[in-house]
């Protein structure tokens, strides 16, 4: 399994992004996802999840409200929009994919992990 994330970037406090996950081989749609975080010199959190038919999500206390976890299963994607970022955003944002259908957004819930893509956050 291969997760290819993209859409990071550099951003005003307060601006918009869009993350993008593919999955590659395997069939997304049977499976959990879910969008994490990792700030320098702190652990890695994470941001959001979404079961395989999109109708549970969990969202961290901080961004609920702001971000939105989504996927189309046809096109193997899952998203992260994320809307009135601020400085304390900035993170490596990682996507994975669980090889179960449900999670209860903990990340020991997921086994399969992206490279990573760089949001910062300008205030």
């Known amino acids: 399994v291969q997760l290819q994330a993209s859409g990071g970037g550099l951003v005003q406090a307060g601006g918009s992004l869009r993350l993008s996950c593919l999955a590659l081989?395997?069939?997304?749609?049977?499976?959990?996802s879910g969008w994490f975080r990792q700030a320098p010199g702190r652990e890695r959190e994470v941001v959001g999840t979404?079961?395989?038919?999109?109708?549970?999500?969990y969202y961290m206390d901080s961004v609920k409200g702001r971000f939105t976890v989504s996927r189309d299963n046809a096109k193997n994607t899952v998203y992260l929009q994320m809307n009135s970022l601020k400085p304390e955003g900035s993170a490596v944002y990682y996507c994975?994919?669980?090889?179960?259908?449900?999670?209860?957004?903990?990340?020991?819930?997921?086994?399969?992990w992206g490279q990573g893509t760089l949001v910062t956050v300008s205030s």
């Open positions: 979404i079961t395989k038919s999109g109708s549970t999500k």
């Open positions: 994975a994919t669980s090889d179960w259908s449900y999670t209860t957004g903990q990340e020991r819930d997921f086994d399969y």
């Open positions: 081989g395997r069939t997304f749609s049977n499976y959990a």
